[in-house]
């Protein structure tokens, strides 16, 4: 019996699919074409082919031949249904799905109107999350951030098109590495340990060593923070390994800035000078890089870091580090701030001057009130100014 149903209308569930989407066959070849060209796929699909595949013959009434794998992938990406089912009789081929696989048909259906133009509007809405966190605090932040996070693996895991899966996976990285610091400075530090490790998965299905080494370098802090500072160094020497030679130079100052906290975090003051003398060295002349969009990172900013190290090493040099950077500093970066200002009243307090250490921890009190820094809360209250 020939696919062709009696009455004329079309023989195949692909038939059938087209005329639920209300598609003429020029309509359908155009919206193929649009789909490959969009994906970077090398296929096309002409009207004609269309009509053969929605009827089950070829114009002489002859069986179809087999397709070609470039069309088979572009049917099958676009359908969310293998090609032999397609172009099986409709009855037959609608019989043989069951809910499990309409549910999932449904979640790759889905999947597939995640396109460029989405990933690229994620981008912008994280970039002013960035904005908004650096200045006011993760406390308003963190609920949505993490929801948007949940959406974005939904998504990862329904999406065919390796293009877009990649761009997909760096933005997840650099919201998960965003959502482990804001949870850090929150006092969550078990959930900023797996922020990052959704960051650095993601970051290996991206393919981006860069972004792993990134990720990586902000687990780090994750691990020094609770004690672990030989892990710590461990992982930000792992960083550096896999982004030297490989990474804009920024990055590379950064990830040796951060190891050089890590070693100054374990005691090693020696190693953690060489780190940051090295980061200086690394450091870009333009550190405005449309390379790392997701870092902001200077020459102040790496000074401050080596005044924190400093700090936490009980070098008397680092007032003069520290107090330095603060009159640089832009006062937009409200989290900078507050722990410069602890950094500030540590040292202080351990040189004996008493009262410019009450000083600045009022300041970072204030800060840490108005941006819902725990982080910064606590190292205060270990303080005791």
């Known amino acids: 019996m020939s696919p062709r149903h009696q009455n004329g209308q079309p023989g195949t569930l692909f038939g059938d699919l ?16 649009k789909f490959a060209r969009e994906r970077g796929m090398d296929a096309t699909l002409s009207a004609r082919h269309v009509q053969r595949f929605a009827s089950g013959v070829r114009a002489d009434g002859k069986p179809l031949g087999p397709v070609r794998q470039s069309t088979r992938r572009l049917l099958e990406e676009m359908l969310s249904v293998p090609v032999e089912r397609l172009l099986a009789p409709a009855g037959e081929a609608e019989s043989a799905y069951t809910d499990a696989d309409l549910g999932l048909r449904a979640r790759i259906a889905a999947g597939r109107k995640l396109d460029m133009h989405t990933v690229s ?5 994280l970039d002013i999350t960035r904005v908004i966190d ?34 997909l996976a760096e933005v997840l990285v650099d919201a998960s590495a965003l959502a482990g610091w804001q949870s850090l400075d929150q006092g ?15 970051a290996r299905e991206a393919r981006s060593c860069e972004l792993e080494a990134y990720a990586c370098a902000g687990q780090a802090v994750v691990l020094h923070d609770i004690g672990e500072t030989c892990a710590a160094v461990e992982l930000t020497d792992y960083a550096r390994t896999i982004a030297r030679g490989r990474v804009p130079r920024l990055l590379y100052s950064w990830l040796t800035a951060g190891h050089g906290e ?5 005691g090693d003051h020696p190693a953690s000078m060489r780190a940051f003398d090295e980061a200086l060295r690394s450091m870009p002349s333009h550190t405005d890089s449309p390379e790392v969009p997701y ?16 700090a936490r090493l009980g070098a008397p040099e680092a007032i003069d580090v520290l107090s330095d950077v603060l009159r640089r500093l832009d006062s937009s970066f409200a989290r900078a701030e507050t722990t410069l200002r602890v950094d ?31 982080r910064q809360r606590r190292r205060l209250d270990r303080l005791a100014v």
């Open 18 to 33: 087209l005329r639920q989407r209300r598609q003429t066959a020029e309509e359908f070849s155009e919206a193929a074409e």
């Open 121 to 125: 509007l994620l981008r912008q809405k």
């Open 134 to 167: 650096r200045r006011l605090g993760a406390s308003a932040l963190l609920g949505e951030l993490r929801a948007q996070i949940a959406q974005m693996e939904r998504a990862l895991r329904d999406v065919l098109s390796q293009p877009i899966r990649s761009s």
């Open 188 to 202: 969550e530090v078990s959930d900023s340990w797996d922020h990052y490790s959704v960051a650095r998965m993601a």
């Open 262 to 266: 890590a070693c100054a975090a374990n």
């Open 295 to 310: 870092l902001v990172f200077d020459s102040t900013h790496l000074a401050r870091w080596r005044g924190n190290a400093l």
């Open 344 to 374: 500030l009243a540590q040292v202080h307090r351990g040189s004996g001057q008493n009262d410019e250490a009450a000083a600045h921890a009022e300041r970072a009190r204030l800060l840490a009130a108005q941006i819902g820094s725990v």
